[in-house]
């Protein structure tokens, strides 16, 4: 059996200004493509499935870019031709599996995964099954899933089952020897602008048991619930319910309107607590342990987080840190690749005066002006051990600054913090402080659930704030709660 495996993933913030290019892509072809084998990502997942159901994969194109703005026109038709044209240089196929995000947004084109999916159908035909897996954070089309014969979701957020449902994709395919089958792919739209709604606890936790619970019906094959992706300015924004069943319409629909009503019920449930940088010092204080406890307090600053296509230079945080004077305290890591420029030129053991972080916009902070000591330095190439598990991750030079007694680690490249190794790349255990900083919204409790005594959310000014009010909608076809009264799901 021979099944393409080929994918565009990105999340597409229409806040952010420019636009995403070629060079900002991550891309895999050929061998390089079948190496991600073993890595608990999805392209690593549907290739390392491929050989577990003994089928051989035939590797197209899988391109990837950190959150950012819209993609340019030119480059996405570039990626969606060389799909394209690789399926048709193939041969035979007994089926495609993509790897998707769910929230691309292209120069003229609102919808990535309904086009992608499109071209995809119509280079192989209509008896070639598809099926793709998604980001939770995809706002999702009926254009897009009547494309496909198969829609899996990751549940979780973090997302620490992507590589999981990458490989239900590939079953889903296997299963149907090669002949489409007939299914039905029902999407309903609930018109939720979700906030970042992480599944370890609280009601994202009560919501995906809910989920599971109606996937284990008789004649359900998969229900996957979209949390939708609220930083963008699309027609169709929101949550979803996406329920496949065996050719049978009528349940696929009662299913995802059922599980649609009850989420529209619980909304409130959903509207997050938002503390700025100042309050969450102050809560962050409340909560700490003792000098000298195990388990530290970890501050997340969810919106700055280049996980969402913020640039990861914020200052609010750092700043209200160091006016707080926190003793035993580390931030862990501010995007500035002139400073850890400067602090490579330096060498270790130098102190300079930096101008850090605040470069991208007045939204995020002002740079904020320090006198640091280098005390340490690394290439800023790590493997990541919680989410992602066994992928690289390469942050450009990173550097450990020591600032009015806090060390605060610089890097390089745009990324989130997914777990503690850029602390330790610089040798920074975690453990053996009071106060942990970080910039991410949910990703980074797989690393540090077991880690963090408490955890505390900073939520000052920045492009993936819980504040999702303060973003235009223009292009939206319905009302969106929370931001508009008079949204109704009907």
């Not at 900002?24 to 997942?45: K, P, W």
């Not at 994969?57 to 993609?71: D, E, K, V």
């Not at 998969?222 to 049978?248: E, N």
Request: proline share 6%; glycine share 10%.
């Amino acid at each position: 059996m021979r099944i393409a495996l080929a994918g565009i993933s990105h999340e597409t913030n229409t806040y952010c200004r420019g636009l995403t290019t070629t060079a900002d892509f991550y891309v895999l072809r050929g061998e390089r493509l079948l190496a991600t084998t073993g890595q608990e990502s999805d392209i690593g997942g549907a290739v390392s499935a491929c050989l577990a159901h003994g089928a051989d994969p035939i590797p197209i194109l899988y391109a990837s870019a950190q959150p950012s703005a819209t993609i340019e026109q030119a480059t996405y038709a570039a990626f969606r031709r060389e799909i394209v044209e690789g399926l048709a240089r193939a041969g035979p196929l007994d089926g495609v599996v993509l790897c998707l995000h769910g929230a691309g947004v292209v120069e003229g084109i609102e919808d990535l995964e309904a086009d992608l999916a499109q071209a995809v159908r119509t280079a192989v035909g209509p008896d070639v099954p598809i099926a793709a897996s998604f980001d939770l954070h995809g706002n999702v089309s009926q254009a897009m899933a009547d494309a496909l014969d198969g829609v899996f979701a990751c549940h979780h957020y973090p997302h620490i089952d992507l590589h999981e449902v990458a490989a239900e994709a590939v079953a889903c395919v296997v299963g149907a020897g090669g002949k489409r089958t007939a299914r039905t792919i029902h999407v309903e739209q609930i018109p939720m602008l979700m906030p970042t709604t992480t599944t370890f606890e609280g009601p994202g936790k009560r919501w995906l048991e809910h989920v599971l619970a109606a996937e284990s019906l008789p004649g359900v094959l998969d229900v996957s619930w979209f949390h939708g992706f609220p930083y963008t300015d699309v027609a169709h924004p929101g949550t979803s319910i996406v329920v496949t069943t065996q050719a049978d319409g009528p349940l696929a629909h009662r299913v995802a309107r059922e599980l649609g009503r009850a989420l529209w019920a619980e909304r409130e449930s959903f509207r997050p607590t938002s503390l700025d940088a100042d309050a969450a010092v102050v809560a962050a204080q409340a909560a700490a342990a003792p000098a000298g406890a195990v388990l530290p307090v970890v501050i997340n600053e969810t919106s700055d987080n280049c996980g969402g296509g913020a640039p990861g230079d914020g200052t609010h945080l750092l700043r209200a840190m160091l006016a707080a004077r926190l003793e035993g305290a580390c931030f862990g890591f501010l995007v500035d690749r002139e400073s850890a420029a400067a602090a490579h030129a330096a060498g270790v053991g130098a102190t300079i005066d930096l101008a850090l972080g605040g470069r991208y916009d007045e939204l995020h902070g002002a740079p904020l002006p320090v006198r640091a000591y280098v005390k340490a330095l690394h290439d800023g190439r790590i493997t990541l051990q919680a989410m992602f598990r066994g992928a690289p991750l390469n942050l450009g030079p990173l550097a450990r600054l020591v600032v009015d007694g806090m060390d605060v680690i610089v890097a390089s490249r745009r990324s989130q913090t997914f777990d503690p190794e850029p602390f330790l790349a610089v040798g920074i255990d975690v453990r053996r402080y009071r106060y942990v900083a970080l910039k991410s919204s949910n990703h980074f409790r797989a690393g540090f659930r077991d880690i963090a005594g408490t955890i505390v959310t900073a939520d000052p000014p920045g492009l993936t704030t819980h504040h999702i009010e303060v973003f235009p909608r223009t292009r939206a076809r319905v009302p969106l709660w929370p931001i508009d009264p008079a949204a109704r799901y009907e």
